[in-house]
């Protein structure tokens, strides 16, 4: 069982600069620059388009350059990477040929239709304003540009844990916002709780088409849903579902 106070003052303590840059030199993110992951996310994100002579931008790709790396090999004109924490050095973005950007993680610091495709796997569940991240997103692209995007919809707190606690994987929607965020905002493991319906509504009221979607269900909450009585205040979709795959596009008008 999570001791809440425990977990407040573990949040406070990575709000302070030289703690939180001192756990950020073990921290682990998204696919940790894993060959076979890479190719899988490369193949996830060009599944429906050539990235020939693309300008591509990856939102938060942590310690992985090495899918935009496998853009430029297959014919992308510019990399792009932004990320809010800086995972990797100047010369290994230099050396890789990929545009390396830190920053606040509101306005993404390019021009308007700068881009013909905007990536991210496994970032925007732990974006703090997702709202703003999805309009700067719409904004960036180019008319007629795609957005795809791998959304983990889960408690991030929990994996890795052992023994594996399948039953907690959305443990996070038990408290108010104001006590998640207590608990958590200044924590890499910090998610943003939205549901399936909540990304659809966001994507969609920025301006995006939707093109294809894919979802993944966890079944063992779906078989103890009656008994997890936090999640009955959601539709059975957003109760169930764990992983949202989305490909949208900028409309050309």
């Not at 193949?43 to 430029?72: C, H, N, W």
């Not at 306005?107 to 239709?113: A, V």
């Not at 991030?156 to 844990?161: D, I, K």
């Not at 052992?162 to 958590?184: A, G, I, S, T």
């Amino acid at each position: 069982m999570t001791f809440v106070p425990l977990e407040i003052i573990h949040n406070l303590l990575l709000g302070l600069k030289p703690i939180s840059q001192l756990i950020q030199q073990y921290h682990l993110t998204g696919i940790n620059s894993d060959s076979r992951k890479v190719q899988e996310v490369f193949e996830m994100y060009s599944r429906f388009e050539s990235i020939l002579g693309k300008d591509v931008l990856e939102i938060g790709p942590g310690q992985t350059l090495e899918v935009l790396e496998t853009a430029l090999t297959k014919g992308a004109v510019s990399c792009t990477a932004v990320d809010v924490l800086k995972y990797v050095t100047d010369n290994e973005a230099t050396r890789k040929q990929i545009n390396y950007i830190i920053y606040d993680g509101q306005r993404l610091p390019f021009h308007s239709g700068q881009f013909d495709c905007v990536w991210s796997h496994t970032a925007f569940e732990h974006v703090r304003d997702p709202a703003t991240t999805v309009a700067e997103c719409f904004r960036v692209l180019r008319a007629g540009g795609h957005l795809v995007a791998l959304i983990d919809l889960g408690d991030h707190s929990y994996y890795g844990v052992q023994p594996p606690q399948p039953l907690k994987l959305f443990d996070c929607l038990r408290y108010p916002e104001w006590l998640w965020n207590l608990m958590k905002w200044n924590r890499s493991s910090y998610t943003n709780r939205l549901r399936k319906s909540e990304w659809m509504r966001l994507f969609t009221e920025a301006g995006f088409a939707i093109e294809h979607q894919e979802s993944a269900v966890s079944h063992l909450i779906a078989e103890a849903l009656p008994s997890l009585s936090y999640l009955h205040c959601y539709s059975y979709d957003d109760a169930v579902t764990c992983v949202l795959i989305l490909w949208l596009k900028k409309p050309r008008t």
